[in-house]
């Protein structure tokens, strides 16, 4: 999926999808999509025959991080119910989160995160200001998963 090239994709053409367990599928018209990242954790490890006087790093578990969606406020409800779904405590409130980067042109995807078993776990509304007129109301929606696959 992805495709090697001498010079580097913008990160201004993207497609967020949101699966839903429960079934359909959100597509956000998102302004940003942040904290795409994973983490190791290693344990400092040694036996008393190494040869060097130093621990071994011993790699354990890994994660994935919060990603953070930003849009426009929207006549639509959809993130919102999802959060609430997860607030009333419904566990098969998760989904699959597909965040792909198209080619300049849009004709196709260059790479591809995908968010396993996704719930959202803040909410933020708009700042609300009476003196920008040409400022937009956005909402933001932190997400944690399970995992994370980058193609």
Known sequence: MATLREDPYGPFNFKVTINPASGGEFRGGFSDVSGLSTEITHA?????????????????????????LKRGMIASLDLWNWVNQVRR????????????????????????????????????????????ASDVAMEELTLVCEDLEFE
Do not use: C, H
């Not at 400092?44 to 953070?68: H, I, Q, S």
């Not at 098969?92 to 198209?102: F, P, Q, S, Y």
């Not at 849009?106 to 009476?130: D, F, Y």
């Open 44 to 68: 400092d490890y040694r036996e008393g025959t190494d040869a060097f006087n130093r621990p071994r790093k011993v790699p354990l578990m890994y994660k994935a991080g919060d990603v953070t």
């Open 89 to 132: 405590g419904n566990m098969e409130a998760r989904a699959t989160v597909v965040i792909e980067l198209m080619s300049e042109d849009r004709a196709s995807t260059v790479a591809q995160w995908k968010l396993i078993n996704a719930r959202p776990s803040k909410w933020t509304g708009p700042t609300l200001a009476a003196k920008g």
